[in-house]
């Protein structure tokens, strides 16, 4: 049977919800296998709610559109769930029973007693990743929130590897043929003066990709194939 | 580095970067095109080798439109549009179409389109949603006059409040105009089908327009693989002089037309000749089906129908979404088949009548309110099968269809299982309870 996911990233404008489809994306194609994204936002401005619909596979996709029925939700804000900011409610509308929601919070949230009920009664695996903490710890900035939450995903899917998640950095920050939004490339530039040198840039997304797929591994959410990444980031541009 | 660098998009993609072009030596931009070589469309279709890229549709379109020998482009930049006629126009600056101007609006186009074909000339336009119907009085003016050319109909919506998402409620209005009508799945269709149909329109038994539809945005907007012959080769030019109707010129002017123009005069003949004009326009229609075979590979694909109990019947994106219906039915023990309609004009009638003649269950999903596919395919089987004709799942609006939309009426179809997405009065043939859909029809 073929390996699928049909994942629905929600988030907040500035959290690089695009960005990490995109990454995550070329990283499963990268691997050998098959991917599409769909992005979805309003107007592009910080702390707006943005959707992305990534769908992974080892057989060919043939689908298009939006997803409605995800195998896997990543919620990279909390404020999504607690302040609804996304254009699917509740946050876990249309989850497939025994699917997966890849919360990016510091341990486990208070949900209301009617959606945690729901939630238990789909058998839904409910996974709370400090991925912004990861992201300040490694990186020192929480701008690789992303990162993490693609490293993470990466191992749970088993679709892809470390390695193709940080092709698919260099990639984005180096190689052609995205076409961003005039948002997304000036966000780029500041990024990029921060860091002065795309390769640091590069460096310490790779490292906070191989956090999140480490966290993964050893609370055992990762699929059963995967294992740890323990080789330093070896990048060279 | 230099101001323009510290501006550039980090990943230099021309589309959003402020750096100046770099200044190149004076190479003659219609070289490529001046050297491409015309091939047979036997070779271009069937034999030439392909290689396969990651591009959008409207990218596929312009990447057909190279290598179709293209003379005269007609643009009008209707919203919602897709980037095609934009892409096209720079083929034209390469050489590779020979003339390429924008119209003031659709009207305009499409009988500038109506003109240039008549001249002779090979001709093309694409336009979107509201643009289609805006165009439609002229586009439905050119199967009389007798018009080869190929255009792309980019479904958008067309209905009150706007949308911009696929909805191909159009097809609906294209498919009785007596043009010919193809309906892309993906960016492959796209590619193929806009080639193919120069070669079809063209044919002297036929000699009617081709209109290639596709289901906006998913297709247009976003990336699929497409293998593609050699950008140096291209299909010959439209031979008009051999042509089953003259090309306007001196001595065929266009004041001839007009003069014996038969609707003109009401009295028995002026009828009789209009009518058997519109016989004829049908039955060119008719006539293209064996081109359609020669040079599509078929009017419609079917995958596994042979031995289905089930079988899903499909075109455009909802074919695309269909294919992953069928996955999803397999794993779950369905013995399932599926059939994707490439051409709705002519409509594959002999060919689903023969597939469908064992189907329990055919099930029509579709991108559009009025299920004009659902129509077709229940008239088409009439009394041919007794499968239970589902005509749905629909999405309208812009919305995409869930696969498991379509799962959930395989399995209840097959089960017997009321459905919540399809209202009786869509269902049809088969055991249908007349009680039930006398009811739906009384509430509404």
């Known amino acids: 049977m073929a390996k699928r996911f049909n994942i629905r990233m929600a988030g907040v404008g500035g959290q690089g919800v695009v960005t990490g489809s995109h990454i995550l994306s070329t990283a499963v194609i990268h691997a050998g296998g098959e991917s599409t994204i769909v992005p979805f936002y309003g107007s592009e401005k910080r702390m707006a709610p943005v959707e992305s619909y990534v769908r992974v596979s080892d057989e060919p996709i043939y689908e298009i559109g939006e997803i409605t029925f995800p ?11 607690t302040h609804g900011k996304s254009y699917t409610m509740p946050f876990y509308f249309g989850l497939k029973e025994d699917g997966i929601a890849l919360i990016n919070n510091d341990g486990p949230m208070n949900l209301h007693k009617d959606q945690a009920r729901e939630l238990e009664e789909r058998r839904a695996k409910l996974y709370y990743f400090p991925a912004t903490k990861i992201s300040l710890e490694v990186a020192g900035m929480d701008l690789a929130t992303n990162m993490a939450l693609m490293g993470c995903i990466g191992a749970i899917t088993g679709l892809t590897s470390v390695e193709a998640l940080e092709q698919a ?4 920050f180096l190689g052609k043929g995205f076409v961003v939004s005039g948002g997304t490339a000036a966000l780029d530039s500041v990024v990029e003066r921060k860091f002065k040198k795309k390769q640091e840039l590069i460096d310490k997304n790779v490292a906070v990709i191989q956090a999140g797929w480490n966290y993964a591994v050893d609370h055992g959410w990762a699929a059963p194939s995967v294992k740890r990444s323990e080789a330093p980031a070896t990048v060279g541009a | 580095m230099s101001e323009t660098e510290v501006k550039a998009n980090p990943q230099s993609e021309p589309s959003t970067s402020v750096a100046a072009p770099k200044v190149e030596s004076r190479r003659d931009p219609h070289a490529d095109a001046k050297k491409q070589r015309i091939v047979t469309p036997e070779y271009m279709f069937q034999e030439a080798p392909r290689t396969k890229e990651f591009i959008t549709g409207s990218e596929a379109a312009k990447e057909a439109i190279r290598r179709s020998n293209v003379d005269l482009a ?8 897709s980037e095609t006629m934009q892409l096209v126009g720079v083929l034209y600056g390469e050489g590779y179409v020979k003339e390429y101007y924008r119209g003031e609006e659709e009207v305009g186009v499409m009988a500038a389109i109506a003109g240039g074909s008549r001249a002779g000339v090979r001709c093309f336009t694409a336009t979107a949603g509201p643009g289609t119907l805006r165009g439609l009085e002229g586009i439905a003016s050119w199967p009389g006059h007798r018009l080869p050319a ?33 309906h892309a799945e993906n960016q492959q269709d796209m590619f193929d089908f806009l080639m193919a149909g120069f070669i079809i329109s063209e ?22 693989y497409v ?9 010959p030019p439209r031979d008009a002089w051999r042509g089953a109707v003259p090309v306007l010129d001196a001595e065929n002017p266009p004041a001839r037309l007009s003069r014996d123009a038969p609707v003109q005069k009401s009295n028995f003949m002026a009828y009789n000749i209009h009518a058997v004009w519109q016989q004829e326009v049908w039955a060119a229609v008719e006539r293209s089906r064996k081109y359609i075979n020669q040079y599509m590979g078929g009017m419609l694909t079917a995958e596994n129908v042979d031995d289905a109990e089930a079988v899903i019947i499909a075109s455009g994106s909802a074919a695309a979404q269909s294919r992953e219906a069928v996955r999803i039915c397999k794993e779950k023990g369905i013995k399932i088949g599926l059939i994707k309609i490439r051409s709705l004009r002519p409509f594959p009638t002999e060919e689903l009548r023969k597939l469908c003649g064992k189907a329990k269950l055919i099930v029509v999903p579709e991108f559009n309110y009025v299920g004009w596919l659902a129509k077709e395919v229940a008239t088409a089987i009439y009394g041919y099968s007794h499968a239970k004709i589902i005509g749905g799942p629909r999405v309208y609006g812009g919305q995409s269809m869930p ?4 799962v959930d009426e395989v399995e209840s179809g097959l089960t017997g299982k009321k459905s919540t997405n399809v209202p009786m009065s869509s269902i049809l043939g088969g055991a249908v309870n007349q009680d039930d859909v006398a009811h739906f029809m009384r509430s509404i």
């Open chain 2, 150 to 182: 190929v255009a792309m109909f980019t479904c958008r919506v067309v209905n009150a409040p706007l949308a911009i998402q696929p909805d191909n409620i159009e097809v609906a209005y294209l498919l009785n105009c007596g043009m010919i009508v193809f």
């Open chain 1, 71 to 81: 195998h896997i939700i990543i919620i990279f804000h909390p404020q999504v769930i």
């Open chain 2, 227 to 235: 293998r593609m012959q050699d950008r140096a080769i291209k299909l």
């Open chain 2, 74 to 81: 007609i643009a009008y930049p209707i919203t919602p549009q």
């Open chain 2, 403 to 406: 696969v498991e939309l379509i």
């Open chain 1, 169 to 172: 950095v260099k990639d984005r």
């Open chain 2, 203 to 224: 044919k002297n038994d036929v000699t009617l327009p081709v209109g290639v539809c596709c289901d906006g945005f998913f297709v247009t907007h976003a990336r699929g």
